[in-house]
């Protein structure tokens, strides 16, 4: 690929923006990853070192052929051979740590670069404690060894340097590749969304036409005359459904004026202080007087009374229950009433029979609009959700790609755009 050789450092196009496609950024970073120059540099440095070797071997082979001044004091020659002895078995070790190893990777390179830190401290310090009696001895041979441990030095300086910046452009590389893939993967994740978002908004647009047609054909079938039919039945069924409240009301005043009455024959019932014939009744009449049957008003009654006189009531009020038990007898008031509210129990049962048979439509419509309601509702909250969570993926996508660009624009030297995929992002 030729455009890559454009962005390296040193390139002519240099300070000039380049755009790179999102799906061939990990190939350039396996390029600018290979064609760093690192080994070139190592190779270099390790040539540099290869010198320093051979010198610092020739300058320790004459300090060990050196001789002595003759007129160098006993006891200085002493101290400066068994010094020299010392210094040059530690220039011995350290020369053979600056073999530079095989491999040219990070890896080899920064444990050969810490091996030779370390010897070099131990060296400096031996170094030290001999300058100066083997100085005092041997002076031009120890500025040999001095000024090959300074180049030395440098040395150690430089491949530090190239070690770092391959670090460096590893870190680089390691974190570019990660946000590629997040990218890539935010960009996949948005354009499956805007999918789903298209599908639900069709849907919607869909499914609040057919409501509305829905509605339509509701608003149609109430104007027609089975509607206009249906409209009156149901004010029909309204009033006689008041009419059927106001007549059981209109039972239990009838009852009302029995009630402590029915309440003491109930106990005394219970007590077996009375044998009952109509105990069932007289708990119905309590309860729900609309319950009770026409046959069993007249029965009831005529035993209630019968009993009364063993009831405990007193006098005035045992006249008054007595007195409205025999209207009730003569009058037949209970059984009227009973009467007409079986027969609008009946009546609003038809009328609303007729209704279900003459409204199946319309309540198959409604319960369609109302499947289509909760429907919309749905859609509603799921494409508000996913336009959220599509604003959130696109920020996240947007910072990755900003991200990466800085990252890419410091590998390049240059400024780097990103070309992302079509419809992505």
Known sequence: MKWLKNIFPGSKVRGKALSLPLLEINSWLEDRERDSGFEECLSGIYNRLDGVAKDLSGDVSALISAEPDPSTPPKLLRAGLAARGELVKQMESMNEKLMPPKRRDIESASQHHWALVKGLERTVTTFGRAQQFVGAIFPK?????????????????????????????????????????????????????????LENEESLTRTRSQFSAMDEDLKRLAASQEGRKAEEQKKIL??????????????????????????????????????????????????????????????????????????????????KVLDHIDLLIKKKSLEDARSRYSALEKEIKDLRQQLDESGKEAVHLKDLMNSGRKSIRSLEAALDQSHKDETSLEEKARLDESELKERLTRLAGMQIDIDLPQGKG
């Open 141 to 197: 041979c120890l500025e040999s060894i001095n000024s090959d441990l300074t180049e030395l030095s440098r040395l150690l300086v430089d491949l530090e340097s190239e070690v770092a910046k391959r670090r460096k452009l590893h870190e680089e590389i390691w974190y570019s590749r990660e946000l590629v893939a997040r990218l890539q993967e935010e960009l996949s994740s948005i354009d499956n969304l805007q999918r789903k978002i």
């Open 238 to 319: 309204e009033k006689k459904k008041e009419d059927l409240s106001r007549t059981e009301d209109e039972l239990r005043d009838l009852v009302a004026p029995l009630t402590k009455a029915l309440s003491r024959i109930m106990k005394q019932g219970s007590s077996e202080r009375l044998n009952l014939q109509h105990k069932d009744i007289f708990q119905q009449l309590l309860s729900s007087p609309s319950q009770v049957l026409d046959k069993d008003i007249a029965g009831s009654l005529a035993e209630l009374r019968a009993h009364l006189a063993a009831l405990g009531l007193k006098d005035r009020k045992k006249e």
